[in-house]
């Protein structure tokens, strides 16, 4: 991932997650989307009980190419080279994400410009 142009390898104290684009550098077609740094893992009830545990663990986001089987096919034709991904904010909340994620995809009219590759926005 890049942020501000640098490389981005570790998760920064205070943020969840973030919104992207990802850009096949072939065609300048591209992606916006979100991720958490985080998610809940279940565990089974320790031995005796009948309550499910919960763990929080590091998700899969430095692998991410998004949740698009569009961009996922294209990533299996072109390889992971053939793209560039690119963290364009860092949030706070859920919340935040979403609204952020939702804004840049109306205000970029990714529904309609042919130079991306949204298929729906999620509200």
Not at 55 to 79: A, M, N, P, R
Not at 81 to 109: H, P, T, W
């Given at each position: 991932w890049l942020h501000h142009g640098e490389e981005f390898l570790n998760i920064?104290?205070?943020?969840?997650?973030?919104?992207?684009?990802?850009?096949q550098?072939?065609?300048?077609?591209k992606y916006i989307g979100k991720k958490l740094f985080w998610s809940k893992k279940t565990l089974p009830p320790l031995k005796g009980k009948t309550r499910n545990r919960?763990?929080?663990?590091?998700?899969d986001w430095k692998d991410y190419f998004g949740s698009s089987e569009l961009v996922k096919?294209?990533?299996l034709e072109h390889?992971?080279?053939?793209?560039?991904?690119?963290?364009?904010?860092?949030?706070?909340s859920k919340g935040e994400?979403?609204?952020?994620?939702?804004?840049e995809q109306f205000d970029r009219n990714v529904l309609l410009d042919d130079s991306y590759l949204n298929?729906?926005?999620?509200c």
């Amino acid at each position: 991932w890049l942020h501000h142009g640098e490389e981005f390898l570790n998760i920064q104290e205070g943020y969840i997650g973030f919104v992207y684009i990802i850009t096949q550098l072939s065609t300048d077609k591209k992606y916006i989307g979100k991720k958490l740094f985080w998610s809940k893992k279940t565990l089974p009830p320790l031995k005796g009980k009948t309550r499910n545990r919960r763990k929080i663990v590091e998700s899969d986001w430095k692998d991410y190419f998004g949740s698009s089987e569009l961009v996922k096919q294209l990533l299996l034709e072109h390889g992971r080279e053939a793209f560039r991904r690119e963290i364009l904010y860092l949030c706070v909340s859920k919340g935040e994400m979403g609204y952020v994620e939702a804004r840049e995809q109306f205000d970029r009219n990714v529904l309609l410009d042919d130079s991306y590759l949204n298929g729906i926005i999620n509200c």
